[in-house]
């Protein structure tokens, strides 16, 4: 990264605020699930979010998406502040704006084929003709590593790895700019770990992919992202290249959470 890269994603003073009751007897709450957070992603760049679970960085992955409405603050993308748009305006970035779940198999429909699931996002947003539908999902499964024979087959005839690479595929069907990635490897078997982020990596450069990517695992974090974001409790903490973060962090948040992984 260097001072010409433009900022796909600006968040400024990003908040949400819950009010919670145990009881009708119990006094009310306020939980700060997202506290004035501010950062920005350039483009091209993977920018981890990284803290405890309960941290807010999925309530974070909400609110940029607009999935849920923020309290208070600005998401700014490409000069679109996110918080202000209506919903009509929002569906249509949805194609630019995509994410990838922890576990793919709660988003996939076991009653659909591979092949129905890609055509999915294609038909509902327009990116290709009918006429080229068929082509456009093979060309999808070639990208995740994927082989063609593989559309026919229903999600329960998938391992995890493969599931999770029908995700990604799901992902970039719609030709997004920007992709949260939620925990994407944390549900497979380590020696798969490594196979998915190496894709995401790939996928990365040769789509000219940005990415928010949100993990607890500092190892994961560390194998794919330029800069790290560190939060607690709704704020964050601490945000610098990844490198000097994890070999030199100012906060003593920061060194707790590096020291409790055994993180070198």
Known sequence: MNKEDKNIIIVENLSKHYIVKKNILSKKNLIKAVDNVSFEIKEGEALGLIGESGCGKSTTASLILNLIKADEGKIIYKNM???????????????????????????????????????????????????????????????????????YKYPYQMSGGQRQRIGIARAIATKPSFIICDEPVSALDVSIQ?????????????????????????????HLCDR?????????????????????????????????QLFV
């Open 81 to 151: 502040d996110l918080t202000k748009i209506n919903d009509d305006v929002m569906r249509g970035l949805r194609k630019d704006l995509q994410i990838i779940f922890q576990a793919s198999q709660g988003t996939l429909d076991p009653l659909m084929t591979i092949d129905e699931l890609l055509k999915v996002p294609l038909k509902l947003h327009k990116i290709v003709d009918n006429s080229e539908l068929d082509c456009e999902v093979t060309r999808l499964l070639n990208l995740v590593e994927l082989s063609e024979s593989d559309k």
């Open 194 to 222: 490594g196979q998915i982020l190496n894709l995401l990596e790939t996928l990365r450069e040769e789509l000219k992919l940005t990415y928010l990517f949100i993990s607890h695992d500092l190892k994961v974090v560390k």
């Open 228 to 260: 790290i974001a560190v939060m607690n409790k709704g704020k964050i903490v601490e945000i610098g290249e990844t490198r000097k973060i994890l070999e030199n962090p100012k906060e003593e948040y920061t060194k707790k959470l590096i020291s409790s």
